[in-house]
């Protein structure tokens, strides 16, 4: 029982159990080539030089492996150097163990293997290819004889590289769905959690703020009646202003967290954009911003709420122009996929960009990086999209700007213009 529990601390330290298995690999390669020794009769002449070869491969996995305990880090990112340490050791041991037939192939196949692995078809491929050719060079001298085994070898090698790798890659795509789905159930049971609380607090909320401003406005009124001194006035209209944000927060947490469902209908993607753009431009565009639209033709329409979805335009853009300082461009852009099941309109700015660990937290509720924001307006999108049955994803880079991408599926009828 205790062994598993060491092997689990020891990959949590070194970053995963992947990168555990380098260490372990090393040990058992030379206990591998330990058991060969002891298994040559004394007398061959290979026995020598194979043993200070692996002596010195033991030293050098030795160094590596505290190099790996002590910076798992630094070691990963120079593991190409590491692998080209694996590879001339193993060619060195097949050079005087037989060459062409000696049996120690096999860790020239464990090597190319593990990194269509870890890495993938393509780097598996070129590792392959390099080690095909080293141990091509290093059993020329002694290949009579052994040219069908070589043969085989090599096609045994190549074989293995491509056939791992293209698993390794169809896992790696696989395990990139399920971390997307579980994070997408993930922010749907917090919104759906969090909709029903801020329900509650709205409610709360809206009467006495309701009270607070419209007292505030009276007092506005008796203010200016009774001539009392600007310092006055200008505390209630701080007052009023506040009270005014707060009902607009409690508005916007009733809209986060509406449950009754919108009439739909079917929806041209194109003329939302249209006719956002007629309400907007003008206030977009000041300050040098300019707008460019993209809008494919014979768009699929989509079965929803086009009010609904007009808003969560009007957030995207709305954040578009406040990300920009200055001149700059929003591109709005729509398409139908290849396959013409779903539409996609995406917004991408010029603006400052949004920080690399802001963004798991773009979509969540009160997040958001502007001083006056209330953080509700992605979330809203969020909810509108998703019930939508669509998805919306952000990238974005520290002053490269920020491109948003929602993409729906089409209506059922397929209905265009």
């Known amino acids: 029982m205790h062994v598993p529990r060491l092997l689990q601390r020891a990959a949590s330290h070194l970053g995963g159990p992947r990168v555990l298995a380098l260490p372990l690999l090393r040990v058992l390669a030379i206990i591998l080539g330990a058991l060969w020794v002891a298994l040559t009769p004394p007398a061959d002449p290979r026995r020598g ?156 909320i809206n009467n006495p703020i309701g009270v607070i401003t419209s007292r505030v406005e009276l007092m506005r009124l008796d203010a200016d009646a009774h001539h009392l001194p600007n310092e006055v006035r200008n505390d209630l209209d701080v007052v009023h202003r506040h009270a005014r944000r707060v009902a ?64 969560v335009l009007v957030n995207l853009l709305t954040n578009a122009r406040d990300a920009i300082t200055g001149a700059g461009t929003i591109d709005v852009r729509t398409e139908a996929s290849p396959d013409r099941r779903e539409v996609r309109l995406s917004v991408h700015d010029t603006g400052r960009g949004i920080p690399r660990e802001a963004l798991p937290r773009v979509f969540d509720p009160f997040f958001t990086t502007k001083p006056e924001g209330t953080g509700l307006g992605l979330a809203i999108s969020y909810g509108i999209v998703r019930d939508h049955g669509g998805t919306i994803d952000v990238d974005s880079r520290p002053d490269h700007g920020t491109t948003f991408t929602i993409a729906l599926p089409i209506a059922n009828t397929n209905a265009r213009d």
């Open 248 to 311: 607009r927060i409690t508005q916007g947490l009733l809209s986060f967290a509406r449950k009754s469902p919108h009439a739909r209908s079917p929806v041209d993607l194109n003329q939302i954009v249209d006719d956002t753009l007629v309400l907007l431009e003008h206030p977009l565009t000041r300050g040098g911003v300019t707008i460019v639209t993209t809008r494919a033709p014979g768009l699929p329409r989509l079965m929803g709420d086009a009010n609904a979805l007009q808003q």
């Open 49 to 204: 030089a194979v043993t200070a070869t692996l002596l010195g491969f033991a030293v050098y996995s030795a160094a590596v492996i505290v190099a790996l305990s002590a910076w798992p880090a630094a070691v990963v990112r120079r593991s190409t150097l590491v692998l080209l340490g694996d590879i001339a050791f193993a060619l060195a041991l097949i050079a005087l163990s037989g060459g062409a037939s000696s049996t120690l192939f096999l860790a020239l196949l464990v090597i190319a293997g593990l990194q269509s692995y870890y890495h993938g078809l393509r780097r598996g491929v070129v590792v392959g290819v390099v080690v095909a050719l080293g141990y091509l060079f290093v059993s020329w001298p002694t290949l009579d004889g052994e040219t069908a085994n070589v043969v085989v070898r090599l096609a045994t090698l190549l074989g293995t590289v491509v056939g791992v790798g293209i698993l390794a890659d169809l896992e790696a795509s696989e395990r990139r769905k399920v971390t997307t789905l579980t994070a997408s159930v993930t922010q749907a049971e917090k919104l759906a959690a969090l909709g029903t609380l801020a329900a509650g607090i709205a409610h709360e």
